[in-house]
């Protein structure tokens, strides 16, 4: 045979036994996924762990006794499904609490009264017995910054600023509008205010407040900041368009800033095989506001990961690297579980290579998000046509989650993945009384434990070491 055609013969051996083996893989991954999936909808047991998290232990804010109710429940439950290793990594946390249920109202001139809901915002100051100061309303923090310091000093400032309508993606019009709720009372008091009040942040109009943390500057006096409901905000806005009479507001908060306190993230692992030092992280957060009984922030996203884990091992599955689930403590008023297991994990000498958090509601699974490199997001969009009858397509460049987002700061070369479901009723729920178990559809809940299993597996096979150069 001549040397070229030789070559040639050779050439297209190796590109059909390739083929062949790439089609193989497909197949074998594709039977794979397909049991993942039936074992979530037949067997799946999310739901019912998602329902004993809010009906046993409920609302779970870092600091608390539920908290340490929750962190006791998460170990249990995952030495209960028999994974290799569970253990409590301990983790200082802040210590607010709400106190006693918080009151408010305005005042016209002429006598009339008109109650509103609000809810102080985590980490605020209390008012120290009714606070009563006129009202003056802002439509965001850039018109506080614009205005004069006579305009607001010793007054209550009202943000009147809402979500975004038109943006399509939800978290975006949430990150639009965060600084309000976030930098309000830095911004109010450096003009002199004496209080704040925000417009929640929801898209959807209704009477439920909704909290969430704050924050305050050192050097500016720290003043009591709480949100309105969307329903009262917006008839307080109209009503201040309209009329030229002084409008007084009243509220009464009994929140209180107490020492750190001594919690735990809880962690499960099934050991690799193959490189048990190489870590895959998935988790949520175990923490919840103390409003509503945390159901999709992030009860769905503690049950998704577990869930996830669990369908792997009922599946007999070994995986080549260790799968590793961690119960993250006090994502939402400081995120010290993420920060004390990124630190950990570094002086431990563990090579951290993947990392899945699903924080964004148990609604139905879209797909992922990947805060990461190109070959990490070529990876996974690799994925696709394994993930097509599924339905899952969204695979881009995006946010990984704040629990897992400190790893990025010890682990050069990791790749951050975010779990993404339909985010469109997601602020119906987020931080406020509506976040309870029955506001969770358990097929959608199931389908998004099936997702995360899923990637894991995939990952897990597939992965290998990437070009720090990308």
């Not at 909704?210 to 309105?228: F, R």
């Not at 007084?248 to 750190?260: I, R, Y």
């Amino acid at each position: 045979m001549h040397f070229t055609n030789c070559l040639l013969f050779i050439f297209t051996l190796v590109i059909s036994f390739t083929g062949l083996t790439q089609t193989e893989s497909h197949k074998e991954d594709s039977l794979m996924l397909r049991k993942i999936y039936n074992e979530a909808l037949d067997n799946g047991q999310a739901y019912e762990d998602l329902r004993s998290l809010c009906k046993d232990i409920g609302a779970r804010l870092s600091g608390s006794v539920s908290a340490e109710m929750a962190v006791q429940w998460g170990y249990h439950k995952l030495v209960n499904y028999g994974f290799d290793t569970v253990y409590f990594q301990e983790v200082m946390v802040p210590h607010w609490e709400r106190g006693t249920k918080e009151n408010a109202y305005y005042s016209t001139p002429d006598g009339k009264i008109t109650k509103v809901n609000i809810l102080a915002l985590g980490g605020s100051v209390p008012t120290n017995g009714i606070m009563s100061a006129e009202l003056v309303m802002f439509e965001n923090l850039s018109a506080i910054q614009k205005a004069e310091k006579r305009d607001i000093e010793g007054k209550i400032v009202f943000i009147a600023q809402p979500m975004d309508q038109k943006m399509i993606t939800t978290f975006n019009a949430y990150g639009a509008c965060y600084p309000i709720r976030g930098f309000g009372a830095v911004e109010a008091a450096r003009k002199g205010a004496i209080g704040v009040v925000i417009r929640s942040l929801s898209l959807s109009e209704h009477e439920h407040p909704h909290t969430g943390t704050m924050q305050y500057e050192k050097g500016l006096n720290k003043i009591p900041a709480a949100a309105l409901s969307t329903k009262d905000a917006t008839a307080l806005e109209e009503l201040m368009h309209v009329t030229k009479e002084k409008i007084t507001f009243h509220f009464e908060m009994d929140c209180k800033v107490l020492p750190d306190k001594k919690s735990h993230n809880v962690i499960a692992e099934l050991s690799g095989t193959e490189n048990p030092n190489r870590i895959i992280t998935l988790g949520g957060h175990l923490d919840s506001w103390d409003v509503g009984e945390g159901a999709h922030d992030d009860g769905a996203g503690i049950v998704h990961t577990m869930e996830a884990l669990r369908i792997l091992k009922a599946l007999n599955y070994k995986p080549k690297n260790t799968l590793r689930v961690v119960f993250f403590m006090n994502e939402e008023n400081g995120n010290m579980g993420g920060k004390t297991y990124a630190k950990r994990s570094k002086e431990s000498g563990e090579e951290h290579i993947l990392a899945i958090e699903s924080d964004r509601g148990g609604f139905s699974p879209r797909g992922f998000s990947v805060d990461g490199n190109n070959q990490h997001l070529e990876l996974i969009q690799s994925f696709t046509p394994l993930f097509k009858p599924y339905l899952l397509h969204h695979f881009e460049k995006g946010f990984g989650g704040v629990d897992i987002m400190p790893l990025k700061g010890e682990f050069e070369n990791i790749g951050l993945i975010g779990f993404v479901p339909d985010s469109q009723r997601y602020f119906d729920f987020h931080h406020n009384a509506n976040d309870v178990f029955e506001n969770v559809n358990k097929r959608e809940l199931h389908l998004g434990a099936a997702s995360i299993s899923a990637l894991l597996y995939l990952l897990d096979k597939h992965y290998k070491p990437l070009d720090k150069a990308n």
